[in-house]
């Protein structure tokens, strides 16, 4: 596994992490739970940060205000009503979730707090500066079933970055990821780029535009949590939630 761990005494940016509430098992109890799978919770780790859970319940965006980066992660679809459209047969949504990840991507954009946004996250964020989505890609694109092979069953996608951009700085010109949707983005909003497509178009990954958000913020449609053996997304993620720290509030940084 390659980690991306800081040396002793470097500051550990706090990041917040949306999570599932629903149905879960622990020991010999069951109930509703707030649910993060642990690739993503590992992976901050890996990367040098300190994770912290938001559950979708007492939503408050203010809670923005104490992290050093956000990431809106992966889950059910985005409602259709928020986009204006109406539901595919296919659609299945969480409207308590919409308003909770909604509510703090709006926050973070506001702010310029840092944003990676996971596969639903991406598709969260394309939503909430006004984009819409492909609630079935396999309507759309010839091939694009191979993105969810099988329940729990993650695909594979390759892509290619533009210049210039994050995903360029973080991958190079090419990469793959693992991958698990159905969805994807379609009008990609106001303030957003289109930096990585799939061969098919898919967009892959999205960016702040020129005159868009100002802070670091970066949606991928794919899930890079996956991979274990590579953690450039998130480090580079983590970097930047720990630049921000420093600028912000130089005591939280302080050895």
């Known amino acids: 596994m390659v980690t991306t761990e800081p040396a002793q005494g470097t500051y550990r940016p706090r990041v917040g992490l949306t999570t599932y509430w629903q149905s879960a098992a622990w020991g010999v109890w069951d109930g509703t739970a707030a649910i993060v799978p642990g690739a993503y919770v590992r992976a901050v780790v890996d990367a040098g940060g300190s994770p912290l859970l938001l559950p979708p319940v007492g939503t408050d965006p203010s809670v923005v205000g104490l992290l050093d980066g956000l990431i ?8 259709p009503v928020r986009y204006g459209a109406a539901p595919h047969p296919t659609t299945v949504s969480q409207p308590e979730r919409d308003d909770h990840d909604l509510a703090l991507t709006r926050a973070a954009l506001a702010a310029g707090t840092p944003l990676f946004a996971i596969c639903r996250g991406a ?16 309507e759309v ?54 930096t990585a497509l799939a061969a098919d178009g898919t967009v892959e990954v999205v960016e702040a535009a020129v005159g868009g958000p100002v802070g670091w913020t970066l949606g991928v449609q794919f899930h890079p949590e996956e991979n274990g053996q590579d953690r450039r997304l998130f480090g580079g993620f983590v970097d930047a939630a720990r630049t921000y720290a420093s600028r912000l509030a130089p005591e939280r940084t302080a050895s």
């Open 72 to 79: 809106v992660i992966g889950g059910v679809d985005v409602d």
């Open 123 to 138: 598709q969260v964020l394309n939503v909430a500066l006004g984009g819409t989505l492909h609630q079935h890609l396999p």
């Open 141 to 194: 694109r010839e091939d694009a079933a191979r993105y969810q092979p099988a329940p729990g069953v993650f695909g594979s996608v390759d892509f290619t970055t533009e210049p210039g951009s994050i995903a360029r700085q973080l991958l190079g010109k090419r990469a793959s990821s693992p991958c698990y949707h159905h969805q994807g983005l379609d009008r990609i909003a106001d303030g957003l780029c289109v």
